[in-house]
């Protein structure tokens, strides 16, 4: 019996790693840059009505355009229990009364990254359909999301200090970087401190009727009590823009049933209780806002001591790196004398999401709450709570920091007599993948202090609560969009190998085709197709039962499942499903494998299949 010498014409071989812009935008669309300022290409839309598929109503598109990133986040969307009692905010019984509901419509911290395929002038329509659904709904207890333009870079320098836009109660409050290349910090910051959200506004208010020091929400036109805080749930009528160091006036009242009074909404702090509402004079601090960790409470009330500071707004437990928030703003405390917007409550921290190939030279990046404001003679504000990190990188060449840090209450001691100082804020949440190294700080603001008693005067001791970090995020759990880095061109190589050189007619031969994706790039719609050689046929059902075996590499998984098979008679020019008619395995000229799934980057897997030598 003759030996056949037998040869792989990997020739024959070819992998197609199809069409990406359903999950990719433009890697470097937005060049290689050096910015020491807030960037113009990050673009802030404000929605005009719901999403849930491909289309998402806008105010204007002016500045977007096809092949765009943009990043759609739920900025608010809890329901609260309203009652004054101490069921206030999550409905539980006790103190501390705050929190919120988790009802099938709550959607705070949803977000995902979409790439745009056209834009007229009030819709974008995106190349692929949204997994969650966003929401907007007028106050009371609004519902806001927005849409952003990701700025996608491929190499970015930092020669300056960087931040963005401050939440406005509509659009802001988030910064988003995509960079196909490297992130070099040289030594600054990228910061959302304080650009969350805001604080409830501090009042000198004269005092009114029909109050309770034991109030849990009352309405802004009541002239007693201190403001509720911004958060997840929604926009107190009045609010602190701390930056600015402005009042803002909503013109409408911003939770249901009343946006002052102790009771925290969500991650907000709630406001300061006077001791005396019929005068307004016996002064307490407002909660501090929460995210990763609660807010403290605020201290007590001047000269009747009694302990109806605000609460601090609870942790937003439900926090993944699918899901963040920005840190609830600190509750005023209430107030009679004083200037200006003395006793407002901090803001909380923002949102920082970066997706970035490589980190490189030493710097930080933080999301921290600010501080409460110290007035003159009357309460302290509560402090705003941390922020949200993202940081998820490829690879990393340097030293950096990540901090979400709560902003501490403000103190309260004029005149040598203690009022109620302001809680401080709950610490945030840091997420960072396996590949990022980083100095993580997320410890929570401390309770403002009064010199006079020697203590926090009834304010919670220890602070807010201490937020938390996850340093091994998995990224492929984001929703959307690929990032840049992952976008590039995959690079596929193949090697074919058989079992033996050489074998007599009747012998089976195992072939074993390996694929390995060498780039940091997932590669999408992966088809593998093969020629028979011209001495073996194929054997059917040899692999178990089956045509063809996956055999996927452990150490780098392909994240791919055996796909369709289909089956050539002309050399290639035809496919089809497999013959119904007997000898079909000796006519086969080719066979094509359509993979099923998206193949990982560094991902490898083989397929083994058997043919006979003729």
Avoid at 234 to 255: F, H, I, K, S
Avoid at 576 to 588: D, Q
Wanted: hydrophobic share 35%; aromatic share 6%.
């Amino acid at each position: 019996m003759r030996l056949r010498q037998l040869s792989v014409p990997a020739l024959m071989l070819a992998v197609l790693p199809g069409m990406v812009m359903a999950a990719c935008g433009t890697p470097g669309k937005d060049g290689s840059v050096t910015i020491s300022a807030a960037p113009s290409a990050l673009v802030y839309f404000k929605p005009s009505g719901n999403s849930s598929g491909s289309t998402i109503p806008v105010a204007s598109t002016t500045g977007l355009a096809a092949g765009d990133q943009v990043l759609i986040i739920q900025m608010q969307g809890a329901n609260l229990s309203t009652g004054s009692s101490d069921t206030y905010g999550d409905g539980v019984a006790g103190a501390p009364a705050s929190g919120y509901l988790t009802t099938a419509t709550f959607n705070a911290g949803f977000y995902e990254y979409g790439v745009v395929q056209s834009v007229t002038g009030t819709q974008i329509t995106l190349a692929a359909a949204l997994t969650n659904a966003y929401t907007i709904v007028a106050a009371p207890q609004q519902r806001t999301y927005q849409v952003i333009r990701v700025p996608q870079y491929g190499n970015l320098s930092l020669a300056g200090n960087i931040n963005a836009t401050a939440w406005n109660g509509s659009t802001g409050g988030v910064l988003a970087f995509d960079v196909a290349g490297d992130l070099n910090f040289n030594g600054y910051t990228i910061e959302m401190n304080g650009r969350g959200f805001r604080g409830g506004l501090g009042r000198a208010l004269a005092g009114d009727t029909g109050g309770n020091s034991t109030d849990y929400r009352t309405v802004a036109t009541k002239n007693y009590h201190g403001s509720k805080g911004e958060g997840l749930a929604g926009t107190p009528r009045y609010v602190w823009n701390q930056l600015a160091d402005a009042a803002v006036d909503a013109g409408v009242e911003g939770y249901t049933n009343g946006s002052y009074a102790r009771g925290a909404p969500a991650n907000a702090g709630g406001g300061g209780n006077d001791g005396n509402p019929g005068t307004n004079d016996q002064n307490s601090g407002g909660g501090g806002g929460g995210n990763g960790g609660a807010g403290a409470q605020g201290g007590n009330s001047w000269s009747s001591n009694l302990a109806v500071g605000g609460y601090g707004g609870t942790a937003f437990t439900q926090a993944s790196v699918a899901r963040v928030v920005m840190g609830g703003g600190g509750g005023a405390g209430t107030r009679n004398n004083s200037s200006g917007n003395m006793s407002s409550g901090g803001t909380g921290g923002g949102i920082v999401l970066l997706r970035v190939n490589r980190l490189v030279g030493s710097g930080t990046v933080s999301a921290n709450g600010a501080d409460g404001s110290t007035p003159v003679n009357d309460g302290g504000g509560g402090g705003g709570g941390g922020g949200s990190v993202i940081v998820l990188a490829d690879g990393q060449s340097g030293a950096i920091a990540l901090n979400a840090v709560g902003g501490n209450g403000g103190n309260a001691d004029p005149g040598g007599q203690a009022h109620g100082p302001g809680g401080g804020g709950g610490g945030g949440r840091v997420f960072s993948n396996a590949a990022v190294t980083a100095t993580v700080n997320t410890v929570q603001g401390t309770s403002g202090y009064t010199v006079s008693a020697g203590n926090y005067y009834g304010a919670t001791a220890t602070g807010g609560v201490v937020g938390s970090a996850v340093p091994n995020s998995d990224p492929t759990l984001v929703v959307g969009a690929d990032s840049g880095y992952e976008c590039v061109p995959p690079l596929l190589t193949i090697a074919k190998t058989a079992d033996v050189s050489g074998a007599a007619p009747g012998s089976q031969i195992t072939y074993t085709v390996t694929v390995t994706n060498s780039s940091a790039s997932k590669a999408y719609n992966v088809v593998l197709s093969d020629a028979m050689s011209v001495f073996t046929n194929f054997v059917p059902n040899a692999m178990a039962g089956a045509n063809f075996q996956l055999v996927d590499s452990v150490s780098n998984p392909s994240g791919l499942t055996l796909g369709t098979a289909t089956y050539s008679e002309n050399n290639g020019s035809t496919y089809s499903a497999m013959p119904g008619t007997s000898g079909w395995e000796t006519r086969l000229t080719n066979w094509r494998l359509t993979m099923t799934g998206n193949m990982n980057k560094s991902g490898q897997f083989s397929i083994v299949y058997k043919g006979v030598v003729q």
